[in-house]
């Protein structure tokens, strides 16, 4: 097989066509790796390469027998390989065993080819760490790819792999899928454990799934990766067969394009939104404008007290005498702002995230899908939302005297510009999704949101289903950028 087939097939394709002894498992990652060293050295989506282990390895039987794989850099564990979180401080570690999560990727034939580039500790909706450097967008490689999973985003886009590793604490899934024109899908709170001991990420903000080119790639992980674990701290019930087929119920549909927090919004967001949700209503479900009563700039206050707690948590866990030389601008702040958080606080900014759950559930008896532009904006462009030496110094300056939470939304609050929709499903525990249905006149894709009731991942891949068929989804462009590489 060529490249230039390889490139544009889906791990369904793959695992179908070495079933059928048409093509060799290890030809297919040949051709993986050949495509990673054509386009790699541009984009830098790969930060640890397992050539020689990769190509060895005798694949387990399975659904997806053969098929290359590349994982995040975060908590996305392979027994002696690299796990650095794209953090300095963490450059030496390598995994002492498998996770759950990847055992079962395993389990299923699929072959681990590396881990991708990640900001440090997944803390940015860019990948930008000093320790990797800049992974670039393929669709423009003066753009981001997103983050926290824009190693990964880089990678299926640009045709290395059809399947990577993610995870999305805050959108780290849906927002590199909106930048790079994927599939990105955040499952339900406890759908898809990682295990062992790593089950309370981000007191349950946080859970790891991948991204993909087609519906069927992601329906199809869904199906693998949803477990039941005795010891994880979250579980939900799993989905029946049913769910990840083709299928049409009526379904009643809330959207909104105007920003939680009320930051600007561009109007290719609002063209993307709105061009999708007249499509539906053309196809006869019920959409009409809503939004739920929910503060989005307070609810953003507690999800950043979080992440403050969780850093100071991190930090001493590392237990080595840190400075704020040793690691970047955000997880430092973080850390120190965490320091100063009480239990109290702590405990009380997790009612309110149930208290957006509440108000959520409430919202779904009258709207099962919730659709919202994934991004505010296209993708920014490499180094811009990276602060300079000197703003970073005054930053930490004013950490010594400021109120620390307000010090730590203001700094965020650019990043905060490009993806204000996407924390609220962390926060409540819903699934929700990016689909790539619009892409800008200057050539830059960008994804539109939809949320679903908790455990309702099959409503949403109805809606995907059906939308992949449309006019409206991004292919032909998607297919040529991979072609360009």
């Not at 840190?322 to 702040?333: H, Y």
């Not at 997790?350 to 994934?374: E, G, K, N, R, S």
């Not at 990276?386 to 609050?413: C, G, N, P, V």
């Amino acid at each position: 097989m060529k490249r230039e087939t390889y490139i544009n097939l889906d791990a369904t394709d793959i695992a179908e066509l070495i079933r059928k002894k048409e093509v060799a498992a290890e030809e297919m990652v040949a051709l993986s790796f050949e495509q990673l060293e054509r386009v790699n050295p541009t984009l830098n989506a790969v930060v640890n390469s397992r050539y020689d282990a990769a190509l060895k390895e005798k694949p387990a039987s399975g659904v997806f027998t053969g098929v290359p794989l590349l994982l995040k850099n975060i908590s996305q564990a392979v027994d002696g390989e690299p796990l650095t979180s794209g953090a300095s401080v963490m450059s030496a570690y390598k995994a002492p065993y498998d996770s759950h999560f990847v055992k079962k990727l395993r389990e299923s034939g699929m072959v681990v080819t590396g881990h991708t580039n990640t900001p440090e500790f997944g803390l940015k909706n860019i990948t930008e760490p000093v320790l990797h450097g800049v992974t670039k967008n393929p669709w423009n490689t003066s753009y981001s790819p997103g983050g926290s999973s824009g190693g990964s985003a880089a990678a299926v886009a640009a045709g290395i792999v059809p399947v990577a590793g993610a995870s999305d604490g805050g959108g780290s899934i849906r927002i590199p899928a909106s930048f790079t024109s994927l599939f990105g899908l955040k499952p339900t709170r406890g759908r898809t454990p990682v295990g062992p001991g790593v089950g309370r990420q981000w007191q349950g903000a946080a859970i790891d799934f991948v991204l993909t080119r087609t519906v069927r790639d992601g329906a199809a992980m869904l199906k693998l990766l949803q477990t039941i674990q005795p010891e994880a701290a979250f579980q939900t019930p799993l989905l029946n067969k049913s769910c990840f087929t083709k299928q049409k119920e009526p379904l009643t549909i809330g959207f909104s394009t105007a920003s939680p927090v009320g930051t600007p919004v561009s109007q290719d967001a609002v063209q993307a939104v709105e061009k999708t949700v007249n499509w539906l209503a053309r196809e006869g479900y019920h959409v009409e404008e809503a939004v739920p009563k929910i503060n989005g700039e307070e609810l953003m206050r507690h999800y950043y007290l979080m992440n403050s707690g969780e850093m100071a948590g991190v930090m001493m866990k590392l237990g080595k005498n840190i400075t704020s030389d040793d690691v970047e601008l955000e997880s430092w702040m973080l850390s120190e702002a965490g320091r100063h958080v009480s239990a109290a606080e702590f405990s009380l900014s997790l009612q309110a995230w149930d208290t957006a759950a509440a108000v959520m559930a409430d919202f779904h008896q009258q709207y099962d899908i919730y659709v919202t532009p994934t991004t505010a904006f296209p993708a920014p462009k490499v180094g811009e939302l990276t602060y300079s030496k000197a703003e970073a110094a005054q930053f930490k300056d004013r950490l010594m005297t400021e109120d620390k939470q307000k010090l730590i939304y203001e700094m965020f609050l650019p990043s905060l510009t490009y993806s204000p929709y996407t924390q609220l499903a962390n926060l409540t525990g819903q699934p929700a999704m990016s689909l790539p249905l619009h892409v800008t006149a200057s050539g830059l894709p960008l994804g539109v949101q939809m949320m679903a009731q908790k455990g309702r991942e099959d409503q949403l891949l109805q809606l995907a289903y059906l939308l992949e068929e449309s006019e409206l989804w991004v292919k032909a462009e998607a297919e040529k950028i991979r072609f360009q590489q």
